[in-house]
């Protein structure tokens, strides 16, 4: 059973970076054929595609976030992370990470970011 | 950028009662359309992927149907347990999206 889990700080303050990682287990990113995503959902709204990777480094991001995004993958770790520069209060959300094979079929718990000084 | 349309916003259904939500995609996505489920504070729930193929685990109560631009899902007797709001999401281009989902309620 694929597991995902997310991790890093949940207070960044405005005009800083966001960074988070997903730790997968039960199943290694290396293996291919798969997809590694980062969404997000604002407070009581609705789901947007961050972007997402594959493991060999191969990145698509969603054309909104595009300038701030970056999204890398470390295999030997199984982990695949999530950078978004310059943040505002606007990114506040909580953020998931996923595994994409053509649907989102793992996800991981989410982890609330709160961006304020 | 593909926009998907769900309908209704909001039902408040009783139990036992048939369900359908629709997505209308802005245009032809073929079968590229999933459905999820998500209940408060949890994560979504893959429900069907490609417009009707099920997945292992979920009730057999769900289930999808259509292609092109207009899909539906269907709850068939509707449980307690099925309060959620309910997502389609297309893979069909980039960037992938999501319609603005449907909130169901238990009467």
């Known amino acids: 059973q694929v597991q995902l889990q997310e991790s890093g700080p949940g207070l960044v303050k405005p005009s800083q970076t966001l960074s988070l990682t997903c730790t997968v287990s039960?199943?290694?990113?290396?293996?291919?054929?798969?997809?590694w995503s980062w969404i997000r959902q604002h407070p009581g709204k609705g789901l947007e595609w961050i972007g997402y990777?594959?493991?060999?480094?191969?990145?698509y991001y969603n054309p909104s976030l595009k300038s701030r995004v970056t999204i890398s993958v470390d295999t030997s770790k199984n982990q695949f992370s999530l950078k978004l520069s310059s943040v505002t209060a606007a990114d506040t959300a909580v953020y998931y990470c996923?595994?994409?094979?053509?649907?989102?079929?793992?996800w991981g718990q989410g982890t609330l970011v709160t961006v304020s000084s | 950028e593909i926009v998907l349309t769900q309908s209704p916003d909001f039902q408040s259904v009783t139990p036992k009662e048939k369900v359908t939500i629709t997505c209308r995609a802005s245009?032809?996505?073929?079968?590229?359309l999933h459905w999820y489920q998500q209940k408060p504070d949890q994560s979504p729930k893959l429900l069907i992927k490609?417009?009707?193929q099920s997945i292992s685990g979920v009730p057999s109560r769900f289930s999808g149907s259509g292609s092109g631009t207009d899909f539906t899902l269907t709850i068939n007797s509707l449980e307690a347990e099925d309060a959620a709001t309910y997502y389609c999401h297309q893979s069909s281009s980039f960037p992938l999206t999501f319609g603005g989902g449907t909130k169901v309620e238990i009467k």
């Open positions: 990777i594959y493991y060999s480094g191969s990145t």
């Open positions: 996923a595994r994409e094979g053509g649907s989102f079929d793992y």
């Open positions: 039960g199943g290694s990113i290396s293996s291919g054929g798969y997809y």
């Open positions: 490609y417009a009707s």
């Open positions: 245009q032809s996505i073929g079968s590229s």
